[in-house]
């Protein structure tokens, strides 16, 4: 996966495009999120299908490092509330609040595909906050 495919993966991600953000995962790809891990494309795609109703979240590279192997990435995020989120994992959110974080987050390749996804938080989450 080269960098600008990488780029294209989360403006895809980023708009809510399941299809377009899952082609560039491989079938049994694993998400290692902050206390959850969700196993699969269809599960990853199914998790945040279910978050989109309610929550968007938009992802931005401060830094990116890229091999054949894998990339590191320093990302930026920002997670919005367009509906009521009482029950969103990170917090509860009201329409049109924000939340604002940093994650450092190592994606494995396999075949020029995503196999591996591991997300720590590299700072403390700002928010919720008015968007």
Do not use: W
Not at 6 to 11: E, G, I, S, V
Not at 97 to 106: A, K, S
Request: glycine share 8%; hydrophobic share 40%; proline share 5%.
């Amino acid at each position: 996966m080269t960098k600008s495919e990488f780029a294209d993966y989360l403006q895809h991600f980023s708009a809510g495009d399941s299809e377009g953000y899952a082609r560039y995962y491989t079938a049994d790809v694993v998400l290692e999120l902050p206390g959850q891990v969700i196993r699969g494309r269809q599960g990853i795609v199914d998790f945040y299908r279910a978050m989109n109703r309610s929550v968007r979240e938009t992802l931005t590279i401060n830094q990116l490092i890229a091999d054949a192997d894998g990339i590191a990435a320093d990302l930026s995020m920002q997670f919005r509330a367009v509906e009521d989120a009482p029950d969103f994992s990170v917090a509860p959110m009201r329409k049109g609040e924000v939340i604002r974080g940093r994650v450092f987050t190592l994606y494995t390749l396999r075949a020029g595909r995503i196999a591996h996804i591991r997300v720590a938080r590299a700072a403390p989450l700002e928010g919720p906050m008015p968007g």
